[in-house]
């Protein structure tokens, strides 16, 4: 497909995770692309999605949660009581920002 379609893929971005309910048995298989060996790993980045290889989606909380939490702060630092945004322009950037 590359060669067909004029493409270029970097190896060195390539992940491997396996998914397999008999996780010791390929835990420390490697994936050969031409004379490039990709060893696996347990959690996998695919377009801003964290997967790890149980499927367990601890890694992808974590990292919402603390994209969350530190939107929340941001906003609180804007929303000052005696100086800063007001009541309903918070409420507006908190939904527009904080909850997605």
Known sequence: WER???CR????KFQLSH???????????????????IPPTTTVRYLGLIIDNRLRWKQQTEH???????????????????????Q???RQLYICAVVP
Do not use: E
Not at 9 to 12: A, K, M, P
Not at 19 to 37: E, S
Not at 64 to 86: H, N, V
């Open 64 to 86: 919402a949660m603390a994209k969350g939490t530190s939107a929340l702060m941001a906003l609180g630092r804007l929303a000052r009581s005696t100086y800063g945004l007001g």
């Open 9 to 12: 893929f970097d190896i060195g």
């Open 19 to 37: 998914y397999t309910r008999n996780r010791l048995k390929y835990a420390d298989t490697p994936l050969m692309i031409g004379q490039h060996i």
């Open 88 to 90: 309903k322009q918070a």
């Open 4 to 6: 067909t379609h004029a």
